[in-house]
């Protein structure tokens, strides 16, 4: 599977933004998705993750509260819906792809598919 990510920018602090990660390829119903981030000099941690049916979520402590992951398996996309956004926000997102789709998965070895990156900066 193929997976393209936008939506990301330069916004103030207290600001929204929305990512989105388009699939292609394989039936997207199939996987579970995730959302990562990697800020410099830092290691890629996990923001959000969802299950292939979008029931089920997981966030990382640092994002509760303020971020929202979703899915259109109709569109073959996956949303980050980023609100009270912070400086230590900034960070290119990624969007990943599991085979394991009943799972919230959390680990970068558990993704069998990683998108290109959006680079989000938030200002303070």
């Known amino acids: 599977v193929q997976l393209q990510a936008s939506g990301g920018g330069l916004v103030q602090a207290g600001g929204s933004l929305r990512l989105s990660c388009a699939a292609s390829g394989r039936t997207f119903s199939s996987y579970a998705m995730g959302w990562f981030r990697q800020a410099p000099g830092k290691e890629r941690e996990v923001v959000a993750s969802?299950?292939?049916?979008?029931?089920?979520?997981y966030y990382a402590d640092s994002v509760k509260g303020r971020f929202t992951i979703s899915r259109n398996n109709a569109r073959n996309s996956v949303y980050l819906q980023m609100n009270s956004l912070k400086p230590e926000d900034t960070a290119v997102y990624y969007c990943a792809a599991s085979s394991r789709s009943s799972y919230l998965n959390v680990a970068s070895s558990e993704f069998d598919y990683w998108g290109q990156g959006t680079l989000v900066t938030v200002s303070s």
């Open positions: 969802v299950t292939w049916s979008g029931y089920s979520t």
